[in-house]
C-alpha cells in the first residue's frame, strides 16, 4: 500500500524553518531600544512599559524602532524545577510581553551562557534549552547573550553560542539572537555559523565622543563578514544620553548608518528634546541603515583627521559620509571615482533633508568640528 502523508504537516514545517531562517529572521539591522545604557540595574516593569510607550507617541515606532529590549538584572531564583522566574521588578513577564506586544512591538531579553550576568544574577550555563523554552513561553522576541561569567569556565566560545542557538531553534519562535563577546576571537569569522543575527565588534560604548568614535571607525575591513541576517553590532547608540553634543551625535547616526549596524537607543525616551528626536528619527538616514542591499559601509578615503565613508545602496546610489574628527571645521571634498561613480552625480543632503543638485568630478563640503555631511549620490 502507497503511504500518503498529509501535506499539511509538511507546509508546516517548511513554513518553519523559512521563518527561522537568519535572512528572514533580521534581513535588515535590528532597531529598537534597550535599558542598559540609561537604567542599568534600575530597569523594571514600569521602565519596559513606558519605554513602549514612548516609542509610540514620538514616532520611532513608526521609525522603524520596534525592540524594546530589557538588559541585566531582571533575574530572579531558579526553581526546584531548574526554571528561572524574574525577581520582584518583573511581577510577570507574559503580562509584559503581551502589553509590548499589543503597542506593536517586540520584547528582547538578555542571559549569559555562563553561571552568571554581568551584573552576577543567574545565568543560563547547565540550562539552556530550558531557559529558551521559558524565553520562547514569555513571547520573547529577541535575546542577547552576553559573554562575561563563562570566560572563568574556559568555554569554547563558538561552540557555548551555538548550544545557545540550537535551544532558540527547538522553541520554534522566531527570537533573533544577539552574541555579546565584545569582538573577541574574530566573532566575525564565526558568529553566522554560530547563529548569530548580530555580534558585537567592540567593548562597550560610552556616551563620549573619544569612545564612540574609536568603535565606529575602527570598524573598516569588516564589512565582507556582514549581510542579511548576521551583522556586525558596534554596540548601541548613546544618542540623547548627554555626554555628546548634537554634531557628535549625528556623527554617531551616520556612521551607524553607513555600517549597517543595529540601532538600539539607549536613552530615556520619555525625556528626549526635539533634537534628540530628530537625530534617532531621521527617516532618510534610517533609511540608509536599512536598505535591503544588505552591504555595510567602508573607508574610501582618509587623511589626517579627516575621513570619507560609503555604503552601496540598492538602488545603484551610495550613501556617504564626510566625517572631521579634528578640533577645527574643514572643508572636505571627494572624488566621485573614488566613490565608484561617473563624472555627475545628483547629490542630497541628508541631514538638511535637500537636493544639492548635479556636482562634476567632485562634491565639497564644509564640515563641522566632530560632525559630519551625509549624502546620497546617484
Not at 29 to 41: D, K, L, R, T
Not at 187 to 206: E, P, Q
Not at 221 to 239: I, K, Q, S, Y
Not at 344 to 361: C, F, I
Request: glycine share 10%.
Amino acid at each position: 500500500m502507497k503511504l500518503v502523508l498529509p501535506l499539511f504537516p509538511l507546509l508546516f514545517v517548511t513554513l518553519a524553518c523559512a521563518q527561522l531562517a537568519p535572512e528572514r529572521l533580521a534581513p535588515v539591522p535590528p532597531m529598537g531600544w534597550n535599558s542598559w545604557n540609561h537604567f542599568a540595574e534600575r530597569v523594571n516593569d514600569r521602565v519596559i512599559r513606558e519605554a513602549a510607550d514612548a516609542m509610540v507617541a514620538s514616532g520611532m515606532r513608526d521609525a522603524g524602532y520596534v525592540y524594546v529590549n530589557i538588559d541585566d538584572t531582571w533575574e530572579g531564583q531558579r526553581g526546584a524545577d531548574g526554571i528561572i522566574h524574574p525577581n520582584a521588578k518583573f511581577p510577570d513577564m507574559n503580562a509584559l510581553a503581551d502589553y509590548v506586544h499589543s503597542k506593536g512591538l517586540k520584547l528582547g531579553i538578555y542571559s549569559s551562557p555562563g553561571p552568571k550576568t554581568c551584573a552576577g544574577y543567574e545565568g543560563s550555563y547547565g540550562h539552556e534549552e530550558q531557559d529558551a523554552r521559558t524565553y520562547a513561553g514569555w513571547g520573547i522576541d529577541y535575546l542577547k547573550y552576553d559573554w562575561c561569567s563563562a570566560d572563568d569556565l574556559h568555554l569554547d566560545m563558538p561552540s557555548t553560542y551555538k548550544k545557545m542557538h540550537e535551544a532558540l531553534l527547538k522553541t520554534g519562535r522566531p527570537i533573533v539572537y544577539s552574541l555579546c563577546q565584545y569582538g573577541e576571537h574574530q566573532v566575525w569569522r564565526w558568529g553566522a555559523s554560530a547563529g548569530g543575527n548580530l555580534w558585537r565588534t567592540s567593548g562597550d560604548i560610552s556616551d563620549k565622543y573619544d569612545r564612540m568614535a574609536l568603535i565606529g571607525f575602527g570598524q573598516h575591513g569588516l564589512a565582507r563578514f556582514a549581510g542579511p541576517g548576521h551583522w556586525n553590532d558596534p554596540d548601541m547608540l548613546e544618542v540623547g544620553n548627554g555626554g555628546m553634543n548634537e554634531n557628535e551625535y549625528r556623527t554617531h547616526m551616520s556612521l551607524w548608518a553607513l555600517l549597517a549596524a543595529p540601532l538600539l537607543a539607549g536613552n530615556d525616551l520619555s525625556k528626549m528634546t526635539p533634537q534628540t528626536l530628530a537625530i534617532l528619527t531621521n527617516r532618510e538616514v534610517i533609511a540608509v541603515d536599512q536598505d535591503r542591499l544588505g552591504r555595510q559601509g567602508e573607508r574610501v578615503w582618509e587623511e589626517g583627521p579627516l575621513e570619507v565613508w560609503m555604503k552601496p545602496l540598492a538602488d545603484g546610489g551610495k550613501a556617504v559620509g564626510l566625517f572631521n574628527r579634528g578640533e577645527a571645521a574643514e572643508t572636505l571634498s571627494v572624488q566621485l571615482h573614488d566613490l565608484g561613480l561617473g563624472e555627475a552625480a545628483a547629490v542630497r543632503d541628508l541631514w538638511e533633508h535637500k537636493d544639492l543638485g548635479t556636482v562634476k568630478s567632485a562634491f565639497a563640503a564644509r564640515v563641522p568640528v566632530h560632525g559630519v555631511v551625509m549624502i546620497r549620490v546617484k
